[in-house]
């Protein structure tokens, strides 16, 4: 049965929404302006124009703010692949490139904002805490590609998603962290598919990973 249609929001609901998303951009702004240890919340409130205790309505401590950001990119990211599947036309690989892709234009297009909140949500010890949600992005574009018989029955969907999860945080850390670096992310991201995709290991006549005899 078809889901039904989301009710609009009403226009408490709608300023209720209004004053929360001025406070979370606020935020992101002081953030990116001067830190995130360094931004206090009575900061924020007041580059948003409300009162402290209004702050308290809409987030219950300042490390909210960084699940609040987390979960955008976590919508982001869902709603890119979900246009992206719906294409029945596409195969493993090509699905995985637009995820790769996608994930790299978040960052890349946010780059101090990025590295500002990573930092944060690191220390807010988030990536222990949190749902990996990218390695069941991962991990659903790979099942779906071993029920097209694309990929080998064998594989274990959600081994796989989250060894692609585990590369692009660490190539996502490294990158926030050194601007100048040798690539941009996205080169970077899309080398680590097609290892993961193709592996490591030469193939050759004389066998799998197996060096030739020298002459």
């Given at each position: 049965?078809?889901?039904?249609?989301?009710?609009?929001?009403?226009?408490?609901?709608?300023?209720?929404?209004?004053?929360?998303?001025?406070?979370?951009?606020?935020?992101?702004?002081?953030?990116?302006?001067?830190?995130?240890?360094?931004?206090?919340?009575?900061?924020?409130?007041?580059?948003?124009?409300?009162?402290?205790?209004?702050?308290?309505?809409?987030?219950?401590?300042?490390?909210?703010?960084?699940?609040?950001?987390?979960?955008?990119?976590?919508?982001?990211?869902?709603?890119?692949?979900?246009?992206?599947?719906?294409?029945?036309?596409?195969?493993?690989?090509?699905?995985?490139?637009?995820?790769?892709?996608?994930?790299?234009?978040?960052?890349?297009?946010?780059?101090?904002?990025?590295?500002?909140?990573?930092?944060?949500?690191?220390?807010?010890?988030?990536?222990?805490?949190?749902?990996?949600?990218?390695?069941?992005?991962?991990?659903?574009?790979?099942?779906?590609?071993?029920?097209?018989?694309?990929?080998?029955?064998?594989?274990?969907?959600?081994?796989?998603?989250?060894?692609?999860?585990?590369?692009?945080?660490?190539?996502?850390?490294?990158?926030?962290?050194?601007?100048?670096?040798?690539?941009?992310?996205?080169?970077?991201?899309?080398?680590?598919?097609?290892?993961?995709?193709?592996?490591?290991?030469?193939?050759?006549?004389?066998g799998r990973g197996t060096p030739a005899p020298q002459a």
């Open positions: 049965m078809a889901a039904e249609p989301a009710r609009p929001l009403g226009r408490r609901e709608r300023s209720k929404q209004r004053v929360r998303d001025r406070i979370y951009a606020s935020a992101l702004t002081l953030f990116a302006e001067q830190g995130y240890e360094r931004t206090t919340i009575d900061q924020i409130a007041e580059h948003a124009d409300v009162a402290r205790g209004t702050f308290f309505n809409y987030f219950q401590r300042k490390e909210d703010l960084v699940t609040a950001w987390a979960e955008a990119r976590k919508r982001r990211l869902e709603l890119c692949m979900e246009e992206s599947m719906k294409s029945g036309d596409d195969d493993v690989t090509v699905h995985l490139e637009r995820c790769m892709a996608a994930l790299a234009e978040f960052n890349e297009s946010e780059r101090e904002i990025t590295a500002t909140m990573l930092q944060a949500w690191v220390k807010a010890g988030r990536p222990l805490l949190e749902e990996p949600y990218a390695g069941q992005v991962f991990a659903d574009i790979i099942e779906a590609g071993r029920r097209r018989g694309e990929v080998a029955s064998d594989i274990d969907p959600m081994r796989v998603g989250n060894i692609l999860r585990d590369s692009y945080l660490g190539l996502l850390y490294r990158w926030s962290q050194n601007p100048g670096g040798r690539a941009p992310l996205h080169i970077d991201l899309r080398e680590v598919l097609r290892v993961v995709l193709t592996g490591v290991l030469s193939h050759s006549e004389h």
